[in-house]
Nanobody, 130 residues
């Protein structure tokens, strides 16, 4: 499994950005994909998760409270790509953003835990100009 993120860059307050993560060798079924972010000196934190469980009729998405309504995670299974659409960006959104893949479904209780994920990308930087 290989995860490759792209789409990071310089943004303005209130602006939008869409991050992409191409997942090679990974199946978007009975599994989960998450977006995390990290700033220097702080722990990597979960931002959003897309989970598909064979027992559910449709996949589920989860977000941290500060990202609800601003960020949207989606999957294009034909392109093997996961997206994170980020709107109304704030300076505190500055971070390196990582996508991560779990080989099992995740729910609202565990999607934000880093050790639930088996594979990680190399990250893409989102920066506000100083």
């Amino acid at each position: 499994v290989q995860l490759v993120e792209s789409g990071g860059g310089l943004v303005q307050a209130g602006g939008s950005l869409r991050l992409s993560c191409v997942a090679s060798g990974f199946a978007f079924f009975d599994s989960a994909i998450g977006w995390f972010r990290q700033v220097p000196g702080k722990e990597r934190e979960g931002v959003a998760c897309f989970s598909s469980d064979r027992h559910d009729s449709s996949p589920t998405t989860s977000y941290t409270d500060s990202e609800k309504g601003r960020f949207t995670i989606s999957v294009d299974s034909f392109k093997n790509t996961i997206y994170l659409q980020m709107n109304s960006l704030k300076p505190e959104d500055t971070a390196v953003y990582y996508c991560a893949a779990a080989i099992w479904p995740l729910d609202g209780n565990n999607w934000h835990r880093r050790n639930e994920y088996n594979y990680w990308g190399q990250g893409t930087q989102v920066t506000f100009p100083s």
